[in-house]
């Protein structure tokens, strides 16, 4: 049974599970942790959910049909830091360096202990996580700190209004660090 916690508080995490017991075992134990989770059931599916919807953590499954969890990881790769956490049966070690290098953060063998996937999704959001959402609703990027509710951006000591046009599109930019918008996604955003 899942502990309670909120550690996770506000992290959307994107899971992409075929196995439909499996993925409502991973949702029911990172809802626990306070995650918001999206699930996907195949690999297409999960890209592009997350194309849509960029998520703070990317929980995978390597076997699924059609577009395989390493294929989806190093296309989020791509567009995203955002954590990302390979979950699969398979055992070989080349398995493990494909998916370590096609851009995942953690590597986790079937069976596993759910506990132990969220403490490795919670790990791997520590370890490379330089966008940090705080409890408060403030967002720190580096020296950066975003106040979401009072449409404000602290840095080198000082504090600056935004309009709502720039809030927006600091929202759609921070909402995915290291990926690269179009001018019509910025503009899509920056409309609301």
């Known amino acids: 049974m ?6 996770l508080a ?15 075992t991973i949702r029911l134990f990172l809802e626990n942790a306070g995650a918001a989770v999206r699930l996907e059931t195949d690999g297409a599916a999960g890209l592009a959910r997350f194309d849509a ?22 296309a989020i790769r791509r567009a995203s830091h955002a954590p990302i956490v390979l979950v699969t049966a398979r055992t070989d070690p080349q398995d493990v360096i494909d998916g370590l290098e096609a851009g995942a953060d ?48 602290e840095a080198g000591g ?9 809030m927006a599109l ?9 990926r690269v918008f179009t001018r019509d996604q910025l503009i899509d955003a920056a409309r609301g």
Do not use: Q, W
Request: proline residues 6%; charged residues 30%.
């Open 2 to 7: 899942p502990t309670s916690s909120d550690d």
């Open 158 to 166: 000082g504090r600056a209004a935004l309009t709502p046009t720039e």
């Open 106 to 153: 953690d590597y986790v063998r079937k069976p596993f202990d759910p506990a132990e996937l969220v403490a490795r999704v919670r790990t791997a959001m520590r370890r490379g996580d330089s966008l940090r959402r705080e409890s408060d609703g403030r967002v720190r990027v580096g020296g950066v700190v975003i106040d979401l509710a009072a449409s404000a951006v």
């Open 10 to 24: 506000g992290v959307r995490v994107l899971v992409v599970e075929d196995n439909a017991l499996t993925a409502d």
């Open 53 to 74: 919807e960029p998520a703070d953590a990317v929980v995978l499954d390597v076997m699924m049909p059609g577009l395989d969890g390493v294929s989806v990881c190093r």
């Open 170 to 178: 600091l929202r759609a930019l921070t909402s995915a660090p290291g």
